[in-house]
């Protein structure tokens, strides 16, 4: 390596490894856009070079390309117009390959320097990857940053620790042993080298292309496998500036830049397939729908599969302290980028003879009216609503809206567009939210988009029950639960555990349970069908490599 990217980074991983063990909050990555922290010009340069981006080719100077693709649309109504390098799916295998033959070699202390330094170059261009994630999925601006920059960099950076750890567990050599009585004893030498699977495949999001994808991206890279990047055709650039900086930092440190490639595709073609059923992929990362996600389970046999897929994430109302807290806390939920989050609640249980509040009993229908009352005044000043909504990323989500509200049940709070003040043509929709009842079959498959389904139940055991049923039947990656009994408390914690999901009880405050926190959070659990792996645990890392041994007489 001509360039020792694992000493001038160490200092950040060992901070890394203090806090994935006493799991208390910390980051490398400032989330704030401020420019004391990223420099004073730093949110014009980037917006800059977003510009500079558009309707142009992309300068990635690949090997192998023919011909260019790119299709991208801004759910803020206008197109990007970029073009990405064409390069047919046995190139890139083959280019992998290849490249491995030097990076297999170099081990574990150079693919970990080389993920350091380039995540610390990724948030150096935080504010460029802020507008591209904004412009493709539809976050926020303040979103976009968040979670497309310092909060994905986490994940990755998570992620690569969690490698390191697991790695350096294992020692280079040993010298081994063993007493024989009377007679010399057996010595044997034995060195130990960590290999990597081969080539790993990461299936990008429309939604949040980077915040799912670095964290399978980055375990792969830092345990030695080339990656294939294949991003959602609706959101290439945020991952194509991912891959830009990669090799970049690849070829610095004398490497073969082929070890991360960019597989840009038309939408509806079968790159997708090719690629992961190809025998040379041994590493799949996914993060979609639950028939893709389930296909894919199914048919790359020869790969190891990481998915994360849709599920049912519930809410459990048995008593409040504060209904108007709850319902302010729960509002913003609803609202959050407009419920195209893995996380978004949908279905809130509530029992219908009402729950116990500090002022005394609500009813069933006071506490739905209270929920989308908030949810009202959260959208009253659409200048503001907007920039929490966000933008559909995808015409089928607004569709969606439509399809829920035809299945016929009580609107508690209807939808409506609203305009961007900024973006005339931005595809915007308020939350839906919808009464129903518990043995309503409908409401028990993942509704993506800002759907909400408030739910009658017979009582909060009963709400449980149909809860953690759900889970085992669906999957869900988070839970919420409210209560002021402890017992309840309890009971929603052993449901949580049984089931495998996460809950959180009683938010009221600025946290909300759509969020979680690397190094402290585990996103999803592995245990339910919503994914089959947690973000990130040593699980999600140390089957990524093996080890091989060599032993000989001394």
Not at 230 to 244: F, M, N, R
């Amino acid at each position: 390596m001509s360039v020792d990217f694992f000493e001038n980074n160490y200092q950040v991983l060992e901070q890394a490894l203090a806090a994935a063990e006493n799991r208390g909050y910390w980051s490398p990555y400032p989330e704030s856009p401020s420019p004391r922290v990223y420099g004073e010009t730093a949110a014009d340069d980037g917006r800059k070079a977003f510009e500079s981006l558009r309707d142009s080719d992309f300068p990635l100077g690949v090997s192998g390309a023919q011909g260019s693709v790119g299709a991208e649309r801004s759910p803020f109504g206008f197109d990007l117009g970029i073009r990405y390098p064409r390069v047919a799916v046995e190139t890139l295998v083959q280019q992998a390959e290849a490249a491995m033959e030097s990076w297999r070699d170099a081990g574990p202390k150079a693919w970990v320097g080389v993920c350091l330094e380039t995540l610390k170059r990724l948030n150096a261009r935080s504010f460029e990857i802020a507008n591209a994630v904004q412009h493709t999925t539809g976050q926020g601006f303040m979103m976009a940053f968040q979670a497309g920059g310092p909060h994905a960099q986490d994940r990755g950076l998570e992620a690569v620790t969690y490698a390191w750890q697991e790695m350096s567990r294992i020692p280079e050599q040993a010298d081994w042993e063993k007493p024989q009585g009377k007679h010399d004893p057996l010595r044997m030498r034995k060195r130990f080298t960590i290999v990597p699977r081969g080539v790993a495949l990461v299936i990008g999001c429309s939604t949040f292309p980077t915040w799912n994808g670095y964290p399978g991206l980055f375990a792969s890279l830092a345990t030695g496998n080339p990656v294939i990047v294949k991003p959602h055709p609706g959101a290439v650039l945020p991952l194509a500036i991912t891959v830009q900086v990669a090799r970049e930092v690849l070829q610095e440190a004398g490497f073969d830049p082929n070890l991360v490639q960019l597989a840009a595709h038309e939408s509806n073609d079968d790159t997708a397939s090719q690629l992961a059923l190809h025998p040379a992929v041994r590493l799949i990362d996914f993060t979609g729908s639950s028939a893709n996600g389930n296909w894919l389970e199914a048919h790359a046999r020869q790969a190891l599969v990481y998915t994360e897929k849709s599920g049912v994430n519930q809410i459990i109302i048995d008593s409040v302290q504060d209904i108007k807290a709850v319902a302010r806390n729960l509002a913003f939920s609803f609202s959050l980028y407009s419920g195209q989050m893995c996380t978004a609640p949908q279905n809130v249980y509530v029992p219908r003879d009402g729950i116990q509040t500090a002022e005394g009993r609500m009813s069933f229908d006071e506490v739905a009216q209270a929920l989308a009352q908030s949810v009202e005044r959260t959208m009253s000043d659409p200048a503001k609503a907007v920039e929490l909504t966000g933008a559909i990323q995808n015409e089928a989500t607004a569709e969606r809206i439509d399809a829920a509200r035809a299945l016929g049940l009580p609107v508690l709070l209807d939808s409506r567009a609203l305009e961007h003040p900024q973006f005339p043509g931005a595809r915007i929709r308020t939350p839906l939210l919808l009464q129903a009842e518990a043995d309503d079959e409908c409401i028990y498959q993942e509704w993506f988009g800002p759907i909400v389904f408030v739910v009658a139940t017979d009582s909060t055991d009963h709400s449980i029950q149909v809860a953690g049923d759900t889970v085992r039947r669906h999957g869900a990656l988070t839970l919420s639960g409210y209560t002021t009994d402890e017992s309840t408390a309890e009971g929603m914690r052993k449901m949580a555990e049984r089931s495998g999901v996460s809950l959180s009880l009683n938010l009221t405050g600025a946290v909300f349970i759509n969020q979680t926190a690397a190094f402290s959070d585990f996103h999803g659990t592995g245990a339910n069908p919503a994914a089959n792996a947690a973000l990130s645990d040593s699980a999600f890392v140390a089957n990524r490599f093996r080890v091989v041994q060599t032993r000989w007489h001394v």
